[in-house]
């Protein structure tokens, strides 16, 4: 079993930055890949990032592509999600997933374990 744990949301301005984390513990993730998914209120989930197992690949939506960065250190079984000129409709739960099926996959169901999610809220 892997646990997930979330944390590096909270409230920031429109056009500031957000760096989120995603602890694993229970076993290494070195050879899952890792996505963030949000999910805003009264809205559907939503594939934000994903990245391989080594780190090499990564894969983002269109609309946050050029301003998030999804990275890992597989050394301290942690995944980051680095969140850069934010706006109003990135407001939403951020929550990370592992999973071992193909890669990239942009399909929620596809991702086997969920952190418990973290809040961002961008003000306008």
């Known amino acids: 079993q892997v646990q997930l744990v979330d944390s590096g949301g909270g409230l920031v301005q429109a056009g500031g930055s957000l760096r989120l984390s995603c602890a694993a513990s229970?076993?290494?993730?070195?050879?899952?890949?890792m996505a963030w998914f949000r999910q805003a209120p009264g809205k559907a989930r939503e594939f934000v990032a994903t990245?391989?197992?080594?780190?090499?690949?990564?894969y983002y939506a269109d609309s946050v592509k050029g301003r998030f960065t999804i990275s890992r250190d597989n050394a301290k079984n942690t995944v980051f999600l680095q969140m850069n000129s934010l706006k109003p409709e990135d407001t939403a739960v951020y929550y990370c997933?592992?999973?071992?099926?193909?890669?990239?996959?942009?399909?929620?169901?596809?991702?086997?374990?969920w952190g418990q999610g973290t809040q961002v809220t961008v003000s306008s």
């Open positions: 997933a592992a999973g071992r099926g193909r890669f990239p996959s942009v399909v929620g169901d596809e991702y086997a374990y």
């Open positions: 990245i391989s197992p080594s780190g090499i690949s990564t």
């Open positions: 229970g076993r290494t993730v070195s050879s899952y890949a």
